[in-house]
């Protein structure tokens, strides 16, 4: 099998439509302790996705091709807790969620986008620093997820 790895953001031979990005300039802080909360009420994975929606072509491309599907919206409605934490550079946030989002960057030691993070009982069990080119199609997410979730 051949894996093409996308450390970060830059990749040359990703092809995404980066004019075509929406950042919610508005998004209130995301409160954490309560999604976790929630996930384990829920009994579902938590999942955290470290990105930013205008500068980050493989962060834009799981939006579009991936997290905006009604595949992955369906999976995710039975399965996951996502929260997405946006880190744009074109556009500001607003102060407290900006600052709320570099704090959990820092506590989960993101040093490039995309990163997610998984959660199972409020217990951080595993971490991705890159995407696949797979990745990039909707079952093949899912089926990476439930390998994790079953974890």
Known sequence: MFVVVLSGCHNDDLTVDMTNTVTDTNAPPVNFPAEIARAKKEKKMLLVEFGSSDTCPPCVKLQQSVFS?????????SNLVFVRLDFPQKHYL?????ATNYILAEEFNVGIYPTFV????????WKMESVTMQQFNPTNFISELEDIRKK
């Open 94 to 98: 607003r102060g407290d969620t900006q």
């Open 69 to 77: 599907t009604a595949t992955f919206q369906d999976y995710e409605r």
């Open 118 to 125: 998984g959660s199972k009982d409020g217990v951080h069990f």
